[in-house]
């Protein structure tokens, strides 16, 4: 029996279902039945009859998923699989916001922690952190963890007075411009896509710039057959599947996610024999959490 073949047969003895991200292993976006970024893949698993939810992906998804599925198990294959970003922010920074702005609302993006959530007023995706804070009527945005992304926002939203913290994506703060300038010069009819994640020199030489599911469209609907692709490596897996016959270049320095790299095959395997790694958040937690995702589904 094949690796795939034992997993499919542990997922239909345990009622499972697989969900990844689009940057883990290719082999795990394969055997996956649903991959995406980390809020869809929560918010569509919420929806699902599944009891068991098994997530190839860092931790900050497994508590997502647990706070929109509270009563299903949900399984992490890589208890240690974490996202650095995920808690770049003190909370005695979010304290000191409150007192000294009246007009203020904590923003935080969903790659957090629960505690960081609970910590805000509403949080928001890549895909709809602008069309957030437009919304919001306070002038004063407090925007936590990533200094990148909120940048982007206040760009977009320039009416609003959005503060930044010093959070950031390692893998996207550390891809270099004069890499993405090198390739245009190589490929100059290549389209440069670039995840808001990065740093304000990369993007400033994006011509789209948006989520990883944007940035997926984007090249599916687009009539260009050459895309410069600033975001994790992971994510030409999915690429290459929708888009047979275009190209895609990445930096030479391959931008990748150790964290989301360590999720295998074997390790879902193993959780889904000996249920291990149940994802879990805090009782005294979860209900604040989970306030900000649902005001981020009215807002959105």
């Known amino acids: 029996m094949t690796k795939q073949e034992?997993?499919?047969?542990?997922?239909?003895?345990?009622?499972a279902v697989i969900l990844a991200h689009y940057y883990v292993e290719p082999e795990v976006q394969e055997i996956a039945d649903y991959v995406?970024?980390?809020f869809n893949l929560s918010k569509y698993a919420a929806g699902l009859a599944n009891q068991t939810l098994v997530f190839c992906g860092v931790s900050f998804m497994g508590e997502s998923g647990k706070l929109l599925s509270p009563e299903k198990t949900v399984l992490m294959p890589d208890a240690d699989a974490d996202c650095p970003m995920a808690h770049m922010v003190r909370k005695e920074e979010v304290e000191q916001a409150r007192k000294r702005y009246e007009d203020l609302a904590v923003v935080c993006y969903i790659n957090s922690t629960a505690e960081i959530k609970s910590w805000a007023d509403v949080c928001v995706t890549s895909a709809n952190a602008v069309q957030i804070v437009r919304n919001l009527p306070n002038k004063n945005i407090l925007f936590i963890p990533d200094k990148n992304l909120g940048r982007f926002v206040a760009e977009q939203?320039?009416?609003?007075?959005?503060?930044?913290?010093k959070g950031f994506c390692p893998v996207h703060e550390q891809m270099k411009a004069m890499e993405i300038e090198k390739l245009r010069k190589e490929h100059p009819e290549a389209k440069v896509l670039a995840h808001p994640e990065c740093n304000e020199p990369l993007l400033k030489q994006a011509d789209y710039i948006g989520s990883t599911t944007g940035i997926i469209n984007y090249t599916t609907k687009s009539e260009a057959d050459e895309f410069i692709i600033a975001t994790e490596i992971g994510v030409r897996y999915e690429l290459e599947k929708k888009n047979p016959g275009k190209r895609f270049y990445f930096p030479a320095t391959a931008p990748v996610c150790a964290d989301m790299k360590k999720i295998t095959l074997d390790k879902i395997i193993n959780v889904l024999k000996t249920g291990d790694n149940k994802?879990?958040?805090?009782?005294d937690l979860a209900a604040p959490a989970k306030k900000t995702l649902s005001r981020m589904l009215e807002l959105a």
């Open 6 to 15: 034992e997993i499919n047969q542990l997922k239909k003895e345990k009622d």
């Open 36 to 38: 995406g970024d980390s």
């Open 157 to 165: 939203v320039p009416d609003k007075n959005v503060i930044l913290v």
């Open 279 to 283: 994802a879990g958040v805090r009782e």
